[in-house]
């Protein structure tokens, strides 16, 4: 179908469906195991109502934050997806193009097809990024890549903690590992990669499942950047990344794609605010909590952030939309949520992001199945 013809997110996923070389579809629409938590991903928002108020005068709305005290257009950041080239020749540029067009963040995925510093100068003055670390078992390699993210002018460091493993993602696992461009250059500066297992466990070999708390201090003595822990689960774990003194943290389970069965990000934001409410008023100028993970509608970022998170990452969608239509695609994606964070706001009676608040949402179902 023609771009014109696509109204909503979900159609550019059934179109990368129909484009995709199989191996690259199965890469990255796969989930860990049986494929519960991805499901839940997505039931958990359906899950969550509205409490809409009336008369507010919504003429003028406005959906423009900050992340981490950065201007972001939309509620919304480009989450690390690895290995865009199996998807689109051009690969993750197609997102840092439309994200500098759009003011939009993107975050940069270690595991990038295009290199870092390729996508670094493909953006425009002032347009803002961070980036994503798998950290790897050598931490000479990783204390140059972080240095040298913030020396290209990155704004922000997310360290994936979720991942001291990768999860099995059984329909990647069926296809045989075949050589492509974009996995060659993953390749090429990592050592150890098997090459029967799949493509993320071929390019993933590399991480170090040993990093933990203790670790913490390293990274902050490395960097200035602000750092948030992307992939924590629980209110112990907030409470442990807020007393650490780190920036925040991402709910998330990879997409799916770690431990299958963990909880929704969502379902997990409601105790994680309300452990972090006993360290300070809530929202907290020095922490921010961020969710990912079956994001597909404005109302669902709506959601997540009237229960306490300041923006919401997204994967899979903005991927898709660059397989079906390269950039031209992600800038239709982005249009997608203004149009709808502009009539869903106007609906619930929010004028601004500030404005968004609990009592806008009834979650009190949210954990029944
Ligand atoms: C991911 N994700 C991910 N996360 C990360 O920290 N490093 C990575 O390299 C990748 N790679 C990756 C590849 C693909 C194909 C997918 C689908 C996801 C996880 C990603 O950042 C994010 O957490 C999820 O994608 C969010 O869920 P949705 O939006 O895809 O439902």
Redesign the pocket.
């Known amino acids: 179908p023609s771009i014109d013809e696509i109204v909503n997110l979900h159609d550019f996923e059934a179109v990368a469906k129909a484009i995709l070389p199989a191996k690259a579809w199965a ?3 796969s989930a860990s195991d049986d494929e519960i938590t ?1 499901r839940e ?1 997505r039931a958990a928002y359906q899950r969550i109502w509205f409490r809409p108020r009336v008369l507010r005068d919504v003429s003028v709305v406005d959906w423009s934050t900050t992340i981490l005290g950065q201007r972001s257009s939309l509620p919304v950041y480009i ?5 865009g080239k199996l998807g689109h020749p051009d690969g993750e540029l197609n997102l840092t193009r439309a994200a500098g067009k759009h003011g939009v963040i993107q ?1 940069i ?3 990038a097809s295009c290199s870092f510093d390729e996508i670094v100068d493909a953006t425009v003055p002032g347009q803002t990024q961070f980036v ?1 670390l ?1 950290v790897n078992r050598d931490r000479e390699i990783t204390r140059k890549y972080v240095q040298h993210a913030e020396k290209r002018g990155v704004k922000g460091l ?1 360290i ?1 903690v979720d ?1 001291p493993q990768l999860g099995r993602r059984e329909k990647d696992m069926r296809m045989k590992f075949v050589d492509e461009s974009g996995v060659a250059k993953v390749q090429e500066n990592q050592s150890g990669v098997k090459k029967d297992e799949g493509v993320a466990r071929a390019i993933s070999s590399f991480i170090d499942p040993s990093l933990s708390w203790k670790d913490i201090p390293w990274f902050k003595s490395i960097t200035n950047m602000p750092i948030v822990l ?2 924590v689960a629980t209110p112990e774990d907030a409470l442990m990344a807020y007393d650490y003194g780190l920036a925040g943290i ?1 709910l ?6 770690q431990l299958d069965t963990a909880r929704s990000g969502i379902e997990n934001l409601i105790e994680v605010v309300a452990a972090l409410k006993t360290r300070g008023p809530w929202p907290n100028p020095k922490f921010e909590v961020f969710v ?4 597909r509608r404005a109302s669902d970022v709506l959601k997540a952030i009237a229960l306490g998170a300041s923006a919401v ?5 903005f ?1 898709y939309s660059f397989c079906a239509y390269g950039q031209e695609g992600v800038e239709k994606a982005f249009q997608i949520f203004r149009d709808e964070l502009e009539m869903n706001m106007r609906l619930i009676g929010a004028r601004t992001i500030d404005e968004l608040s609990p009592e806008m949402v009834d979650a009190s179902a949210i954990h029944s199945h």
């Open positions: 890469y990255y629409s991805i991903n989450s690390a997806t690895a290995l975050m995925p270690t595991l994503q798998y997310f994936t991942a992307k992939g991402v998330s389970n990879h997409g799916g794609r990912d993970g079956g994001i990452g997204v994967g899979r969608a991927m």
